[in-house]
């Protein structure tokens, strides 16, 4: 069973930064990580993906630039790091681990590409 415990959730600013990690018990090299949030009152949207096996990222529109995901295999960890936070970012932020796709081992934002998930964790930006 793929365990994934999430840590670094929090409170700050607008404009402030945050670090999220996550770490999988267990992975290869045909797995996507991606890191997701919910927002009350919102479904749930897939914020940014890693290929576990290859460079391959994804970043939804409403954080590229602000956002970034990085994975540590020596540590079986993935983190986020979110820069130049908006009130628009306060969700519960989950990471998720998922499968990747063809010879070039690419990874969606979409949430039924992902089988495990973390415990989640609320991030809030206040102005």
């Known amino acids: 069973q793929v365990q994934l415990v999430q840590s670094g959730g929090g409170s700050v600013q607008v404009g402030g930064s945050l670090r999220l990690s996550c770490t999988v018990s267990e992975y290869s090299g045909g797995n996507c990580v991606g890191w997701f949030r919910q927002a009350p009152g919102k479904e749930r949207e897939g914020v940014a993906t890693?290929?576990?096996?290859?460079?391959?990222?994804t970043y939804s529109d409403s954080v590229k630039g602000r956002f970034t995901i990085a994975l540590d295999n020596a540590k079986n960890t993935v983190y986020l790091q979110m820069n130049s936070l908006k009130p628009e970012d306060t969700a519960i932020y989950y990471c998720?681990?998922?499968?990747?796709?063809?010879?070039?081992?690419?990874?969606?934002?979409?949430?039924?590409?992902?089988?495990?998930w973390g415990q989640g964790t609320q991030v809030t930006v206040s102005s």
């Open positions: 890693r290929a576990t096996g290859s460079a391959f990222t």
């Open positions: 998720a681990l998922g499968k990747a796709y063809g010879y070039g081992l690419t990874c969606r934002r979409s949430i039924s590409d992902y089988a495990d």
